[in-house]
């Protein structure tokens, strides 16, 4: 097949977790077939990124942009540009006369078999005639997280801000999934929330494109010395949900385990922390910020548990699976391991609540052997289930049923040989 995929920036550096699935997934997806990759990139992007992509695809288009630092007085003055725009901030700051222009040249040009628009955002640049089947790949349900903000808001004013937002991205985002033969989803859980909010208007049914982890990677690092009394926290920290998560754990729930024991520290790691999570870190004792780490392994490793107290977000997260494979025991809220095919008191602990979350950490850190017992179970599971080599064949076949017209049922290999036989 020839693809076209569309995208909002490079995959190089991977310290996101989009980035990390959409790496994977293309990886495999590039070995077998031409895939060109259009995206934004910063006019200094480095070189080294540039040519790793070459590792995913077989032609690299980019479009110049700069991008700013969130919580910067940049980054609120490029807002303000956009508060009566119809269309959500999150997908207008990067609507573009270039990108736009680029990418229907080479549609024009390329006699492409599918196009992929690798999350919601460059939909706004996509031409509204396509001269090929076009397919949607959602790593989110983007209204819901901009609605769970606005429920999470601590002022009147951030709450309006955040209503007005996700009813612009309520209609944005069911605008978008109406112009797309196929919908991918990364959980069964968006999938039915996509049908919830917006059944009657989606075009074919929404595939489900299983959430994996490069197991044998994250897996050498199982056997390092950790810190009984440290905890980690994993994200990319430029992210709202995960500024959030950290907020509310610093604030409400570490204070909760501190009662008990005091010795615990927390480290967060994670690209690009926002100023509201450095102030966290000077008010609180014993967190640690580390900023982007070009290896997250070590890092998760010197903890005896992974925290992931999301309130905001959907998708699926990849910080649990890592730290699975790591061999370390999570704790997460109910939204933190949404959309993950995951037993509660087995795989990991699940807990809603700054008492009820702290309760699961102290029991974890009281317990070697239950934590150890939890920690094997889950690092069996995601070896033996959930490696991206067992998942990339779901994006393959969807794209190909995509591109001729059909829910293919046929085993990959099969579809790959008809598929070549068109190219």
């Not at 940049?74 to 207008?92: H, T």
């Not at 370390?328 to 979350?357: N, Q």
Request: proline residues 6%.
């Amino acid at each position: 097949m020839r693809v076209l995929w569309l995208n909002a920036g490079l995959l190089l550096p991977l310290d996101k977790g989009g980035k990390l699935r959409t790496w994977h997934l293309m990886r495999h997806l590039a070995a077998r077939h031409e895939v060109t990759y259009l995206s934004f990139a910063e006019p200094g992007a480095s070189s080294a990124d540039l040519a790793g992509m070459r590792e995913v695809c077989s032609r690299l288009e980019t479009v110049p942009r700069r991008e700013v630092s969130k919580g910067s007085a940049a980054f609120y003055l490029r807002a303000s540009r956009f508060l009566l725009d119809p269309a959500p901030y999150a997908v207008a700051a990067y609507r573009s006369a270039q990108y736009r222009a680029r990418a229907a040249a080479l549609l024009a040009d390329g006699g492409y078999d599918a196009v992929v628009c690798d999350f919601l955002v460059p939909a706004v640049n996509l031409p509204r005639r396509l001269p090929c089947p076009a397919v949607l790949f959602t790593h989110n349900v983007e209204a819901e997280i901009w609605r769970r903000h606005a429920e999470t808001a601590a002022t009147a004013c951030r709450r309006a801000l955040m209503r007005s937002q996700w009813r612009r991205m309520l209609r944005f985002e069911g605008d978008a999934l109406a112009r797309f033969e196929m919908v991918l989803a990364v959980s069964d859980a968006d999938r039915d929330t996509f049908a919830r909010l917006y059944g009657g208007r989606l075009r074919a049914p929404v595939r489900v494109i299983p959430t994996g982890v490069d197991a044998r990677y994250f897996a050498e690092a199982a056997d390092l010395p950790y810190d009984s009394h440290r905890l980690a926290f994993t994200g990319s920290m430029d992210w709202l949900p995960n500024e959030d998560a950290v907020l509310y754990f610093g604030r409400e729930i570490l204070p909760e385990i501190r009662k008990v024991e005091p010795r615990v520290t927390l480290s967060i790691i994670g690209r690009n922390p926002t100023p509201a999570v450095h102030r966290l870190a000077a008010e609180v004792p014993g967190i640690e910020i580390t900023g982007r780490v070009e290896d997250v392994r070590p890092h998760v490793a010197r903890a005896s548990l992974s925290i992931v107290p999301l309130r905001i977000g959907g998708g699926t997260r990849l910080k649990i699976y890592e730290a699975m494979a790591m061999g370390r025991p999570v704790v997460s809220t109910s939204v933190g391991a949404e959309g993950l095919p995951l037993v509660a008191g087995r795989d990991l602990e699940i807990a809603d609540g700054p008492r009820a979350f702290a309760a699961r950490v102290l029991s974890l850190l009281s317990d070697p052997a239950a934590r150890q017992r939890m920690a094997d179970a889950a690092r069996r599971l995601v070896v033996e289930r959930y490696d991206w080599s067992a998942v990339a064949g779901t994006l393959e076949e969807a794209i190909h049923a995509a591109a001729t017209g059909g829910l293919a049922k046929a085993p990959v290999p099969q579809l790959l040989g008809e598929v070549r036989s068109r190219s």
